[in-house]
């Protein structure tokens, strides 16, 4: 058996295609521009320009190392570059005599607010997923997806309310798979999908919450929201993350995992996807020790997600037809009108559906399907 182990790093970096070298802002997006042939040195860049694609890169949560290979550059020199940005911001504080303040909100890796469908290369991504599926099947290879990332941001938020975008995605017919498969090529099939589609995920900004079961829960971090403003500000880009992230999942599914499944005389996988924005409460639910000949010698906070928000992304992805998607209200009006064509209103009785929330003033929330 082979040990496959995914860095989730090395995967967002195979799969954009370009990168920030500089920022168009707008009303509502900032749009990347240059493509990782710049970066590499195809073109002519600036000591400036590839110090600040450096950091941006280092900002998103991408290792030294990684940016150093990435980008033909010493790591060296990554460092120096890293660490002279630290100096000069701990000289300005000084300077200043101003202390900053201690919040929960973390430094948010810059992946997650910036438009990322535009630099996501979803036929590269279809190829590794046949690559590794294949793998997978024939070598029985194991995966291991470290959640510490997931970890780590909830921590930062631990005891507080904060405005999450949820995606829930769910197997269709899973109990029937579990019937007529043989519990090796069970377990086999759900590793693989829950890889790539946690890899897809990952590409898009977003964090797995939990693995339920066929079913995964993801968050997207909204650094800032002012619901005054609500098209004016960071919330925006996660909503806009996350559905074209079940977009490409659902891509994934049907032309990267069902073809090599196919080629294995296995039934092919359909998904259901629910996505919804709103408040969760970030709690800690015991620990997580690591012990080593009876001794703990580890020993580390477990956190989670509470809130209406994730209970209606999940109740929302049960109404969505095979390979569709269902969005919140909140989420279709926050959208761009080419995303809003691909959705239409979802005609659902209030039998089946009655939830009111205070974003409609008292009337029914509500959803809306994918087109196609």
């Given amino acids: 058996m082979t040990n496959f182990i995914v860095h989730l790093e090395i995967f967002k970096l195979l799969l954009i295609n370009k990168w920030v070298v500089s920022l168009c802002k707008s009303k509502y997006h900032s749009y990347l521009y240059d493509s990782k042939s710049e970066i590499r040195g195809k073109y002519h860049m600036t ?26 550059v010493s790591k060296d020199d990554i460092m120096k570059i890293i660490n002279e940005s630290d100096a000069n911001q701990g000289s300005e504080i000084a300077t200043t005599g101003t202390k900053l303040k201690s919040d929960k909100r973390p430094n948010t890796p ?15 991504a279809i190829k590794q997923a046949q690559r590794r599926v294949w793998q997978v099947l024939k070598i029985k290879s194991d995966f291991d997806i470290s959640m510490e990332e997931t970890q780590n941001i909830l921590q930062s938020f631990a ?65 800032e929201y002012d619901k005054e403003k609500k098209q004016e500000n960071n ?16 891509r994934v599914v049907c032309n990267g995992i069902n073809p090599i499944l196919n080629q294995y005389d296995y039934p092919e996988l359909r998904v259901r996807i629910g996505v919804d924005v709103g408040e969760g409460a970030v709690v800690q639910y015991g620990w997580d020790t690591h012990s080593k000949n009876g001794k703990v010698v580890m020993k580390e906070a477990h956190f989670d997600v509470l809130g209406y928000t994730v209970n209606i992304a999940t109740k929302m992805t049960s109404m969505a037809k095979p390979d569709h998607i269902v969005i919140g209200q909140m989420v279709y009006d926050l959208v761009d009108e080419k995303l809003k064509r691909e959705f239409r209103l979802l005609p659902i009785s209030t039998e089946m559906w009655n939830y009111v929330s205070n974003y409609t003033d008292g009337k029914i929330y509500n959803l809306y399907e994918s087109i196609t």
């Fill in 110 to 124: 810059l992946i997650s607010s910036l438009y990322l469908d535009t630099v996501v290369n979803i036929d590269l």
């Fill in 47 to 72: 000591t400036v320009e590839q110090r600040k694609s450096i950091l941006n890169l280092y900002n998103s949560g991408i290792t030294p190392d990684i940016i150093a290979l990435e980008m033909d």
């Fill in 159 to 223: 005891g507080s309310k904060v405005t999450f975008v949820i995606l829930h995605i769910d197997l269709v017919e899973s109990t029937n798979l579990s019937m007529i498969l043989p519990v090796d090529s069970l377990t086999t099939i759900i590793r693989a999908f829950t890889q790539e589609m946690s890899m897809m995920i990952a590409a898009y900004g977003g964090y797995v919450l939990k693995y339920v079961g066929d079913a995964i829960l993801a968050f997207f971090v909204v650094t």
């Fill in 235 to 250: 919330v925006y880009l996660p909503c806009i993350n996350a559905v074209n992230a079940a977009c490409s999942m659902i």
